[in-house]
């Protein structure tokens, strides 16, 4: 349903340091550099995020209420992904842990303060 996502940032040098490497666990990999937009996915395809400077030349803002949302394949691995997100400089939004019945989710913020999810279901 979703073919990208994309969230701004104010160094886009520093967010592609930052979701390649914390993406590498994924699979995930920058597979397009515009210059000031920046893409990843995976060598199977599907949906794609991606990071840019805004297209209006002003501020890098995070949305109130906007969030992204990644699966992170197991419990193991969203907990693995919460810590590297915050070992890269991401600010912790909310642990890891079951939020509802079959929903897993740690939450965080990157270095812009776009929140973020990685998330297991069932």
């Known amino acids: 349903m979703l073919a990208y996502v994309t969230v701004g940032t104010a160094d886009i040098e520093k967010a592609k340091a930052f979701y390649s490497e914390l993406f590498a666990d994924l699979g995930g990999k920058l597979v397009m550099d515009l210059g000031r937009l920046a893409a990843f996915g995976t060598d199977a395809g599907g949906a794609m995020f991606a990071v840019c400077t ?20 197991s419990r193991e691995m969203v907990d693995k992904l919460y810590a ?9 939004e909310g642990a890891p842990g079951e939020r509802m019945d079959g929903f897993y989710g740690g939450y965080f913020r990157d270095l812009d303060g776009n929140k973020m999810c990685f998330c297991h279901f069932g």
Not at 61 to 68: D, E, S, W, Y
């Open 54 to 73: 805004p297209f209006n030349e002003g501020d890098a803002q995070p949305g109130n209420g906007n969030m992204v949302a990644i699966p992170g394949g």
């Open 84 to 92: 590297k997100a915050l070992a890269l400089g991401g600010a912790d």
